[in-house]
Protein backbone atom coordinates (compact mmCIF):
# COMPACT_ATOMS: atom_id res chain seq x y z
CA UNK A 1 0.00 0.00 0.00
CA UNK A 2 1.33 3.57 -0.68
CA UNK A 3 -0.62 6.07 0.95
CA UNK A 4 0.90 9.00 -1.58
CA UNK A 5 3.28 10.47 1.02
CA UNK A 6 6.35 7.94 0.10
CA UNK A 7 5.54 5.51 2.43
CA UNK A 8 4.84 1.71 1.02
CA UNK A 9 3.57 -0.90 3.47
CA UNK A 10 3.40 -4.52 2.59
CA UNK A 11 2.98 -8.08 4.90
CA UNK A 12 6.47 -8.93 6.23
CA UNK A 13 8.77 -11.78 4.33
CA UNK A 14 10.79 -13.89 6.79
CA UNK A 15 13.95 -11.45 6.27
CA UNK A 16 12.02 -8.52 7.23
CA UNK A 17 10.54 -10.19 10.20
CA UNK A 18 14.07 -10.44 10.71
CA UNK A 19 14.76 -7.08 10.50
CA UNK A 20 11.77 -6.33 13.06
CA UNK A 21 12.57 -8.51 15.44
CA UNK A 22 16.41 -6.53 16.04
CA UNK A 23 14.70 -3.13 15.66
CA UNK A 24 12.26 -4.08 18.36
CA UNK A 25 14.90 -5.56 20.44
CA UNK A 26 16.95 -2.30 20.20
CA UNK A 27 14.61 0.22 20.75
CA UNK A 28 12.82 1.78 23.57
CA UNK A 29 10.53 0.61 25.50
CA UNK A 30 11.57 -3.28 24.51
CA UNK A 31 14.85 -2.73 26.74
CA UNK A 32 13.83 -1.16 29.11
CA UNK A 33 10.97 -4.17 29.46
CA UNK A 34 14.24 -6.61 29.35
CA UNK A 35 12.42 -7.72 26.44
CA UNK A 36 15.25 -10.28 24.43
CA UNK A 37 15.67 -10.33 20.94
CA UNK A 38 14.35 -14.11 21.30
CA UNK A 39 11.22 -12.65 22.47
CA UNK A 40 11.12 -9.99 19.37
CA UNK A 41 12.19 -12.80 17.37
CA UNK A 42 9.36 -15.20 18.53
CA UNK A 43 6.51 -12.38 18.09
CA UNK A 44 7.76 -11.44 14.69
CA UNK A 45 7.59 -15.23 13.49
CA UNK A 46 4.24 -16.18 15.43
CA UNK A 47 2.33 -17.17 12.42
CA UNK A 48 -1.00 -15.96 14.64
CA UNK A 49 0.01 -12.35 14.30
CA UNK A 50 0.12 -10.13 10.89
CA UNK A 51 3.58 -8.35 11.03
CA UNK A 52 3.98 -5.42 8.59
CA UNK A 53 6.86 -3.11 7.49
CA UNK A 54 7.11 0.39 6.13
CA UNK A 55 9.50 1.66 3.59
CA UNK A 56 10.00 5.27 3.30
CA UNK A 57 12.04 6.17 -0.03
CA UNK A 58 12.65 2.48 -0.43
CA UNK A 59 14.56 2.04 2.63
CA UNK A 60 13.16 0.46 5.84
CA UNK A 61 11.24 2.70 8.19
CA UNK A 62 9.16 0.93 10.31
CA UNK A 63 7.11 -2.11 11.19
CA UNK A 64 3.99 -3.25 12.93
CA UNK A 65 2.31 -6.27 14.70
CA UNK A 66 -0.88 -6.69 14.97
CA UNK A 67 -2.75 -9.70 16.70
CA UNK A 68 -6.14 -10.06 14.47
CA UNK A 69 -8.15 -11.51 17.29
CA UNK A 70 -6.51 -9.70 20.56
CA UNK A 71 -9.03 -8.42 22.99
CA UNK A 72 -12.34 -9.99 22.79
CA UNK A 73 -11.84 -10.68 19.33
CA UNK A 74 -10.89 -7.24 18.25
CA UNK A 75 -7.59 -6.91 16.86
CA UNK A 76 -4.72 -5.89 19.03
CA UNK A 77 -1.66 -3.74 18.03
CA UNK A 78 0.90 -5.71 19.70
CA UNK A 79 3.85 -3.88 18.46
CA UNK A 80 4.61 -0.34 16.86
CA UNK A 81 8.26 0.76 15.86
CA UNK A 82 10.19 3.30 13.93
CA UNK A 83 14.01 3.12 12.79
CA UNK A 84 15.48 6.09 14.75
CA UNK A 85 16.56 8.33 11.19
CA UNK A 86 12.93 7.69 10.34
CA UNK A 87 11.36 9.25 13.53
CA UNK A 88 9.16 11.65 13.31
CA UNK A 89 8.61 11.82 9.65
CA UNK A 90 5.07 10.16 10.13
CA UNK A 91 5.57 6.24 9.86
CA UNK A 92 4.04 5.27 13.50
CA UNK A 93 1.23 7.62 12.27
CA UNK A 94 0.76 5.89 8.90
CA UNK A 95 1.04 1.94 10.18
CA UNK A 96 -1.79 2.90 12.88
CA UNK A 97 -3.88 4.38 9.74
CA UNK A 98 -2.62 1.46 7.82
CA UNK A 99 -3.75 -1.16 10.39
CA UNK A 100 -7.58 0.58 11.31
CA UNK A 101 -8.01 0.24 7.69
CA UNK A 102 -7.43 -3.14 7.61
CA UNK A 103 -9.85 -4.01 10.33
CA UNK A 104 -12.39 -1.55 9.62
CA UNK A 105 -14.72 -3.65 7.78
CA UNK A 106 -14.67 -6.37 10.55
CA UNK A 107 -14.00 -4.52 13.84
CA UNK A 108 -15.70 -1.78 15.59
CA UNK A 109 -12.40 -1.69 17.89
CA UNK A 110 -8.93 -1.93 18.10
CA UNK A 111 -6.23 -1.81 21.03
CA UNK A 112 -3.12 -0.85 21.67
CA UNK A 113 -0.71 -0.95 24.95
CA UNK A 114 1.82 2.04 25.54
CA UNK A 115 4.40 1.96 28.61
CA UNK A 116 3.35 4.77 31.46
CA UNK A 117 6.92 5.97 30.61
CA UNK A 118 6.70 5.80 27.07
CA UNK A 119 5.20 9.50 26.95
CA UNK A 120 6.17 10.03 22.90
CA UNK A 121 4.36 7.04 21.77
CA UNK A 122 1.28 7.56 24.01
CA UNK A 123 1.33 11.18 22.93
CA UNK A 124 1.16 9.62 19.02
CA UNK A 125 -1.41 7.29 20.36
CA UNK A 126 -3.66 9.93 21.63
CA UNK A 127 -3.31 12.03 18.66
CA UNK A 128 -4.48 9.02 16.22
CA UNK A 129 -7.66 8.71 18.63
CA UNK A 130 -6.36 6.24 21.04
CA UNK A 131 -7.63 6.50 24.44
CA UNK A 132 -6.87 5.06 27.80
CA UNK A 133 -9.57 2.69 28.86
CA UNK A 134 -7.36 0.71 31.40
CA UNK A 135 -3.99 0.61 33.45
CA UNK A 136 -1.79 -3.01 34.18
CA UNK A 137 0.48 -1.38 37.42
CA UNK A 138 3.93 -3.38 37.93
CA UNK A 139 2.69 -5.35 34.81
CA UNK A 140 5.89 -6.19 33.52
CA UNK A 141 8.54 -4.47 35.10
CA UNK A 142 8.10 -3.04 39.03
CA UNK A 143 7.09 1.01 39.02
CA UNK A 144 5.60 1.17 35.40
CA UNK A 145 2.00 0.28 34.20
CA UNK A 146 1.08 -0.51 31.08
CA UNK A 147 -2.06 1.57 30.01
CA UNK A 148 -4.60 0.06 27.31
CA UNK A 149 -5.55 2.39 24.79
CA UNK A 150 -8.91 1.52 22.64
CA UNK A 151 -10.47 3.34 19.71
CA UNK A 152 -13.49 3.01 17.85
CA UNK A 153 -13.26 1.91 14.08
Known amino acids: MN ?25 EPWIALGITLDQCYRNCHDPEFLVFIAYLKNEPGGIIIIDPRGIAGSPYVKSIAVFPEFRGQGIGKRLLLFAE ?23 LYEKCGFEAVG ?3 DYIINGASEILMHKRL
Do not use: P, T
Not at 3 to 27: C, F, V
Not at 101 to 123: G, M, Q, T, Y
Open 3 to 27: NGEGIDIHKANEQEKDLAAGLLSGS
Open 101 to 123: ELFRKDSKHIFICVSSFNLRARK
Open 135 to 137: EFK
